[in-house]
């Protein structure tokens, strides 16, 4: 039977989502101001976001979100909006059931990639990028939380101190499942140099993951000699056809001490933080 529509009034609220052993802040959103439907005959609604952050970094400012209430879902209509100067699509709905189902999407059109900061002082590039994520999950039960996210690129490249290096395409698919998040596959693939790899973090903050550099035996060992210069020959793995060799990187340990070998059978170092 039809019943008059039940709100939840904001006026300049806020919501915080911190780590619970650090305290760190995790997710920020500031200044929320609307009404939100949630029960009762269908509505829809408006919702005003003064900023969203993230990790401490802002991501987005001055949003205005569309809402629609079903019940039981109140849907986020798909919002366009800018995060540092590249386009997002986002979208979602929550239930009210036990729980709080969730489920959001994600999309990255595809659009061209500026430079973008590496480890070893390294900088990355694409003539375009494009990605879709979504999660789900129930929202006050973390251990449910799924998610799933795919990229791929169009003539990715990267540039470590004078050199660039450009690929034909990349890849990534990365999925949280379980309390761990694993980059599954990884890649980046050229006709000179070709770069592989997968990584997994679980929740109590423990860490591995491989990465394996293919290139003619002498561009692999020029390209490691460079990154890393105190390791005086690098340990390359032998390949099906000579023309081909392999550097290969294994990362383990924890988010606060994390150690990395050197090749198949090269040293391993303390990475500290």
Excluded at 58 to 68: G, I, R
């Amino acid at each position: 039977p039809s019943q008059p529509t039940g709100w939840l009034h904001l006026k300049n609220a806020s919501l915080t989502v911190v780590h619970a052993g650090s305290k760190r802040t995790l997710i920020e959103i500031s200044k929320i101001d609307g009404s939100l439907p949630i029960a009762g005959d269908p509505a829809q609604a408006a919702l005003k976001i003064d900023s969203v952050s993230a990790f401490g970094n802002e991501l987005a400012h001055n949003l205005a979100a569309q809402l629609d209430w079903t019940y039981p879902l109140l849907s986020l209509k798909p919002l366009e909006t800018e995060i540092g100067g590249y386009k997002f699509v986002i979208a979602g709905r929550i239930a009210s059931f036990s729980g709080l189902p969730i489920q959001i999407d994600a999309g990255f059109p595809r659009q061209a990639l500026a430079a973008v900061r590496l480890p070893f002082d390294g900088r990355a590039t694409a003539e375009s990028l494009a990605a879709t994520a979504r999660f789900r999950g129930l929202l006050l039960a973390p251990g449910t939380w799924q998610g799933d996210l795919v990229a791929e690129s169009v003539s990715p490249s990267i540039r470590v101190g004078s050199r660039e290096t450009k690929f034909d395409r990349g890849s990534a698919v990365t999925v949280l499942r379980g309390g761990a998040i694993s980059c599954v596959d990884a890649r980046l693939i050229g006709d000179e140099l070709s770069l592989l790899g997968n990584a997994t973090l679980l929740a109590d903050g423990r860490a591995a993951g491989a990465a394996r550099l293919v290139a003619a035996p002498e561009s692999a060992t020029a390209i490691i000699s460079r990154i890393f210069p105190r390791l005086a020959t690098p340990s390359l793995t032998p390949l099906a056809t000579p023309q081909r060799a392999a550097f290969d990187l294994e990362a383990f340990g924890n988010l606060s001490q994390l150690f990395l070998r050197l090749g198949k059978d090269g040293p391993i170092v303390n990475l500290k933080h």
